[in-house]
């Protein structure tokens, strides 16, 4: 057994790689679509939310393709199994699309977005990106209502067709990438958009819909959202086929072009400027994240301590704790956080960031955020990573697995200007690196003038 989670991953890359390029070659040109990339991301996505069931599999290297295909199958079940197969439900679920989704269809698209989570389109509505225009189609492939509530009521928002591949003879794991095809193929066949947009671009929908687009001639592209994580890039972030991926600034450029021969790499600037001027306070942020196979419960634990100890510490400071959207706080720490008067942030509030002196977090990309609005970054790396961005190397923020160091800092620059002011005189040399200002604030016309 692989005794740590990054020992694991890089196993799960290799595994991933061969298992895509030799037993699914076939993927590679499926009716004119490239569905390699989307496969390689569906895999590791598979491995790491199974990593304690897939830790042995791996480890021993025998038949990892067939062990693989039958831990999905127990893991999904015999009712999910049989839906999945099922003739008269799919054939069912295919007549209520063409009735309810393509049939009322009946509007130029200029630009489609596809997203799948409210975090894009609450955040995009809000930023002055051109994106109220009548001709711009919203389609919701999660989470739908929420992403509805996000939009002004006469934005045409959509949700995704129900429907499935009919063929059975493919590995069951891959029907679930062969569906998603399926259903953008439908939607890109009742909107015939001139451009397509899509945020992030690690996900398997997004490679499956830049592949689709190359092969109808549609310009895609894909707008940088977050970090481009090291121990990701390789399979997240590499061999996509987008027409173009718009970056932050050139230091992510550097990252980018390497693995992606076949995209054109180029910045577009950092959108999320209007709302990053704010007085800075007595506050420290503390980010969470999802406990998993990186970040375990011992690691949360420590980073829940960081934060009392703070408060206990600096009793002149705000002290605010932010949980993950996708990791609400167990009662037990509530109470403990609520007890020691630390402000408990759960609807995210963007001000906090911005008007704190320090932001620390377990690899989040939300202290890049905070950097540009001049928040000092403090990342507590879990043993064996490092953050995305070397915050050491440049000058510009603390990291450490060490808890006692990062408690250390916390104190050191919440005290003491002179030492802020350093770190703050060398983030503006390279900020210009990271956070490009915008050249054209209206995204559709920037994406227009590339073509």
Wanted: one cysteine or more; glycine letters at 4%.
């Amino acid at each position: 057994m692989f005794k740590d989670f990054t020992s694991y991953q890089k196993a799960a890359i290799v595994a991933t790689k061969s298992i895509v390029k030799n037993e699914l070659s076939r993927y590679k040109d499926w009716k004119g679509i490239n569905l390699h990339p989307a496969l390689e991301r569906h895999f590791m996505i598979w491995f790491i939310k199974n990593y304690k069931d897939l830790n042995g599999v791996l480890y021993k290297k025998e038949k990892v393709w067939i062990n693989f295909e039958k831990h999905y199958l127990q893991k999904q079940g015999f009712i999910k199994n049989f839906i999945s197969d099922s003739f008269i439900l799919n054939t069912i679920k295919d007549l209520y699309y063409n009735f309810h989704f393509s049939k009322r269809l009946n509007t130029k698209c200029e630009l489609a977005i596809f997203v799948h989570h409210p975090k894009f389109s609450r955040i995009l509505e809000n930023y002055n990106l051109g994106l109220n225009n009548k001709n711009i189609i919203w389609i919701a492939l999660a989470r739908f209502k929420e992403i509805k509530k996000t939009l002004p009521k006469d934005a045409i928002v959509l949700n995704q067709p129900i429907g499935k591949e009919s063929k059975k003879d493919h590995p069951r794991f891959i029907k679930e990438v062969l569906d998603t095809t399926f259903k953008i193929e439908k939607i890109l066949d009742a909107l015939n958009p001139e451009i397509t947009l899509s945020f992030e671009g690690n996900a398997p929908y997004q490679l499956i819909l830049a592949s689709i687009c190359k092969k109808r001639k549609i310009t895609s592209a894909c707008l940088q959202w977050g970090l481009i994580n090291e121990f990701w890039k390789d399979i997240g972030f590499s061999n996509l086929e987008f027409t173009y991926y718009l970056t932050w600034g050139k230091y992510w450029n550097k990252q980018m072009k390497n693995n992606n021969p076949n995209t054109k790499i180029t910045t577009f600037g950092y959108p999320f400027i209007p709302f990053l001027e704010k007085k800075k306070l007595k506050k420290i942020i503390f980010l969470g994240q999802k406990v998993g196979p990186l970040i375990e419960e011992d690691h949360y634990n420590d980073f829940l301590e960081l934060a009392l100890n703070s408060k206990k510490l600096l009793h002149d400071f705000i002290i605010i704790f932010r949980p993950h959207p996708q990791y609400p706080l167990k009662d037990e720490y509530y109470k403990r956080l609520k007890n020691n008067s630390i402000l408990i942030d759960n609807r995210g509030d963007f001000s906090h960031l911005q008007e704190s002196l320090i932001a620390v977090s377990i690899l989040s990309s939300s202290l890049i955020d905070g950097l540009f609005s001049n928040t000092i970054p403090i990342s507590f790396n879990p043993p064996s990573t490092k953050y995305t961005v070397p915050l050491e190397k440049f000058g510009i923020g603390i990291e450490s697995g060490d808890k006692k160091i990062i408690q250390k800092s916390i104190l050191n620059l919440s005290k003491n200007k002179i030492e802020r002011d350093k770190i703050l005189d060398n983030y503006k040399t390279i900020k210009d690196e990271l956070f490009s200002s915008l050249s054209n604030n209206n995204i559709v016309e920037f994406i227009k003038n590339l073509d």
